[in-house]
Structures are given as structure tokens and as C-alpha cells.
């Protein structure tokens, strides 16, 4: 990277001020760019689509100037997503807010109508709130949270037996940072731990936390062992639709599934079929097929289904990690090192 007095960053979601500071600290070459009164305001603590308002001509003229000279965004910018690529000359790196954001860039046409810009995912941000969502899952089952919330709305004493998560198995589909957060969690209640990740040539499954490693070539295989199923994984034409009636028939009787990865991983009909028989003891929805999820969806009523708003990821600490992460890019941008989870928009991760 040729040496230059001043590069320009431009934050396009809401980023506390203390936060803000610490990007500008990184380096006297940083130009960081701030409107706040530009941005969708935060409905909640991390939220970086906002609360939906309209911008007056002046405003939509200055924000426009803004990304005219922005080489580094903080975030996609929300108000812009159709018509972005028109609007960036300059720009040559967009640090994102969020993991996933594969199928986005390609369903945007960003890596064909940004073909010089580099993209870098948020991966490891979430690892702690998703893993600790997992552990959540699996013990509200094991000890019947939903009957004890029930029986105290009724003011209903009745002693009952639950178990316990020590020997069970836990399958996790897509062991990156966060399944092998989950596996270390799982592990730790002396869980027996089975996973599944598309490349393992050269891995020892204990470097990740797991008893067992497979390809997901040997998923039908790794089914029927699994209690507990975790998915995990991103969503690319291998993964979609991996869940089908068949494959969710194969899970032992009563057992969990949480899915934290996307929703088309999961044939979502065959899911409450599953569920309504009775072979599936529960799940544990962060992502659904259609977000939000419908009213008419019969899992909103389901008694042994949590509903999560996509928001197991969110934390009141996701900005500060954030924060974290952009500034060490940006040292290594300035220090033409390479940046950390740069996006393959070939494999979507």
C-alpha cells in the first residue's frame, strides 16, 4: 500500500461516541467521518439497521457528500443498500456489523458491481452470546423451564424429575469460532461432542473442542447420534435446504435441534410435522425462513418451540467488540498486513 497523509473513514451505523474515539485514536492518518444525526437512530443496544426515518433533502445531500469520499465504510449503509456501488468512488473496504453476510453481498450484486473492494465479515464478534444461547437451549429442556414458568403462573406446586446434560450427545454442523465455543461450553458439562465442518483434513477434533470430527458427507451418519443438533453453519448452496423431513426423522426420538445459522438450512414445513408428531423434542429457533417469522406460523404456539427474534447474536457489548475488531484491521490495512475474515465471495464466508 503506497504511504499517504490521510485515509477516509466513514461510519455508517450507530457507534457510540467512546467508540468512535478509539477508531480515531488508531492513527493520526485516519479521517473518521461521524454524523450521527445522518444515521437510523438504534431501536435497542448493537442495533445497526434502526428505526427507519426519512432524511431531508440537505441531509440526504450531505450524507451523499459523505460517502462520495469514504475509501473505508464501518457497516453497510442501510439507506442505500440498491444504489451503494454508485455512490462510493473512492471506496475500498467495508468492515461489516454482521457474520453472514455472504449470501447479502452476492443477492446485492456488491462483488460484481464492487469488484475492488475488499469485504470483511464481523466473525468471532458473536461467538460468546451464540454459544451461551446454545447452553441456554439445551438446559431449558433438560430442566423443563417451560413447565416450571406454567406451573407458577398457576401457583401449581407438583414435584417432577428433569435430567441432566452430562453423557449426552451434541451434534454441531459448522464448527467455526462459534461451534467451537459451543463445543468448549458442551464439553465443559461433560457432554460428548460430534462435529461437522467442510474441511478437516490435518484437524484434531480436541484443537476445536470436539470428541469427534466429520465432513458433512457423513451428516446421515452423525444424525442418529445426536441428542442434541446445533446448526452453525453458513448458508451456501451446499447447506441449503440440508434439513430435510428425512434428515430430521434420523435424530433420535426427543431430541433438540437449535438453529443459530439461517433458516433456509431447514425445511421449516417438515419441521413442524416433526415436531407435532412428537419424534422431536423441541427446537430452538434464532432463524427462520421468512424473517420475520409470520404470525401465521404454527411455531409461535408450538409449547415445545423457542422463538427468537434473529437476535441470539446481540449483545450490549457488540459495539465494544466490534470496535475491537475494526481497529486491529485497520492497523493491519495501515500496515499492509492482511485483514482479519475477509470475505471469499466465491464460497460465501
Known amino acids: 500500500m503506497t504511504e499517504r497523509d490521510h485515509y477516509t473513514i466513514l461510519i455508517a451505523s450507530y457507534l457510540e461516541p467512546e467508540h468512535v474515539e478509539r477508531i480515531r485514536q488508531v492513527d493520526a492518518r485516519l479521517h473518521v467521518l461521524y454524523a450521527p444525526d445522518l444515521l437510523r437512530p438504534p431501536r435497542y443496544p448493537a442495533d445497526h439497521n434502526g428505526k427507519d426515518v426519512e432524511r ?51 443477492r446485492r450484486g456488491y462483488d460484481r458491481r464492487l469488484p475492488e473492494v ?25 430442566k423443563k423451564l417451560v413447565r416450571l414458568q406454567r406451573d407458577q403462573e398457576r401457583k401449581h406446586w407438583e414435584r417432577h424429575a428433569g435430567t441432566d446434560l452430562d453423557g449426552r450427545t451434541l451434534g454441531i454442523v459448522g464448527v467455526g469460532a462459534v461451534g467451537a ?13 460430534l462435529g461437522i465442518k467442510r474441511h478437516i483434513e490435518g484437524i484434531e477434533p480436541a484443537s476445536l473442542h470436539l470428541d469427534e470430527l466429520h465432513t458433512l458427507a457423513n451428516l446421515r ?25 428425512d434428515e430430521l426423522e434420523l435424530l433420535p426420538k426427543g431430541a433438540v435441534l437449535i438453529n443459530l445459522g439461517r433458516g433456509v438450512l431447514v425445511d421449516e414445513s417438515a419441521l413442524v410435522d416433526v415436531l407435532r408428531s412428537g419424534h422431536l423434542g423441541g427446537a430452538c429457533l434464532d432463524v427462520f425462513e421468512k424473517e420475520p417469522l409470520p404470525p401465521e406460523s404454527p411455531l409461535w404456539e408450538m409449547p415445545n418451540v423457542l422463538v427468537s427474534p434473529h437476535s441470539a447474536s446481540t449483545s450490549n457489548r457488540e459495539n465494544e467488540r466490534l470496535t475491537d475488531l475494526f481497529c486491529d484491521n485497520l492497523r493491519r490495512f495501515l500496515n499492509d498486513e492482511p485483514l482479519l475474515n475477509v470475505l471469499d465471495t466465491e464460497r460465501l464466508y
Open 56 to 106: 431531508s433533502e440537505e441531509q440526504e445531500q450531505r450524507w451523499r457528500s459523505l460517502l462520495e469520499s469514504a475509501e473505508i465504510l464501518f457497516d453497510f449503509d442501510a439507506t442505500h443498500l440498491e444504489d451503494l456501488p454508485d455512490l462510493v468512488p473512492k471506496l475500498r473496504w467495508i468492515q461489516a456489523t454482521s457474520s453472514g453476510i455472504g449470501q447479502f453481498v452476492k
Open 118 to 142: 475488499v469485504f470483511t465479515t464481523a466473525r468471532g464478534v458473536h461467538v460468546q452470546p451464540l454459544a451461551e444461547f446454545c447452553l441456554l437451549s439445551m438446559l431449558m429442556f433438560n
Open 181 to 193: 465455543e459451543i463445543g468448549r461450553m458442551a464439553r465443559a458439562m461433560r457432554m460428548h461432542v
Open 221 to 245: 451418519d452423525v444424525l442418529p447420534r445426536s441428542e442434541f443438533l446445533v446448526l452453525t453453519t453458513p448458508h451456501t448452496p451446499e447447506t441449503e435446504g440440508m434439513l430435510g423431513r
